[in-house]
């Protein structure tokens, strides 16, 4: 399998422009989960899914974030407009089973201008 | 409120030296617990988790962790550290408590560990 594929990589934006990432569960996880990891704030938790319906948005910091999952094979999160202050290192994480390990993607590293 | 702590931000050790990472953690029922590690610009890797039985958890590159609930600790070990284990490791748990069964994790703030030859 291989693993939770997200992109792009890298993401170099200016201010006010709109940034999407992208998340490639792996197959058969139903659980799908959108962090973000600050030096100030450490992992934060800010969306996730099961059975691509959000279950719990409280981490979203405010509505410029967007998520979204039209299917078990895809996820995206949305900065609309992106500021300097989203500049973080965003993973995803999937699992099968609320009980069972959650397992990462490389992350997508984002800097705002 | 489900909370994780590890108390060190920063870690060193001695290569061969054991090594031991501490967490403490606040559930409202039976925890699920994980280390995590993440090298530089890495995503977190799973390294063992503990869900039941044996209080003492192997797990991988010759990790494990023991589950303390009179202490609700989780403390990462490894008898003889190499220089390659220097990383940020995470502790998280998981609340297993009937209907608030949510799968969400709980992490840790990270500690470093620095390895030294």
């Not at chain 1, 996820?75 to 699992?95: G, H, M």
């Not at chain 2, 008898?79 to 069964?101: E, M, T």
Request: aromatic fraction near 12%; proline fraction near 6%; charged fraction near 20%.
């Amino acid at each position: 399998d291989a693993g939770v594929i997200q992109s792009p990589r890298h993401e170099v934006t200016e201010m006010g422009q709109e940034v999407t990432l992208r998340c490639k569960p792996i197959s058969g996880h139903d659980y799908l989960f959108w962090y973000r990891q600050t030096m100030m704030r450490g992992l934060e938790l800010l969306i996730y899914f099961n059975n691509n319906v959000p279950i719990d948005d409280s981490g979203m910091p405010e509505d410029r974030f967007s998520a979204k999952m039209p299917n078990a094979s895809f996820s995206t999160l949305k900065i609309q407009p992106s500021e300097p202050r989203d500049s973080a290192v965003y993973f995803c994480a999937t699992t099968k089973g609320v009980r069972e390990t959650q397992y990462f993607g490389p992350g997508t590293r984002l800097l705002v201008l | 409120a489900q909370s994780v702590a590890q108390p060190e931000d920063q870690v060193n050790v001695a290569e061969g030296n054991p090594l031991t990472v501490k967490c403490t953690y606040s559930v409202s029922g039976n925890p699920y617990l994980f280390w995590y590690v993440q090298y530089p610009n890495r995503g977190l890797q799973f390294l063992l988790k503990y869900i039941t039985g044996d209080n003492l958890v192997k797990g991988s590159y010759g990790f494990e962790a023991e589950f303390n609930k009179s202490q609700t600790s989780f403390h990462l070990k490894k008898p003889s550290a190499l220089v390659s284990d220097s990383a940020l490791y995470f502790c998280a748990v998981r609340d297993i408590h009937g209907s608030s069964n949510t799968g969400k994790l709980i992490f840790g703030q990270g500690t470093t560990l620095q390895v030294k030859p």
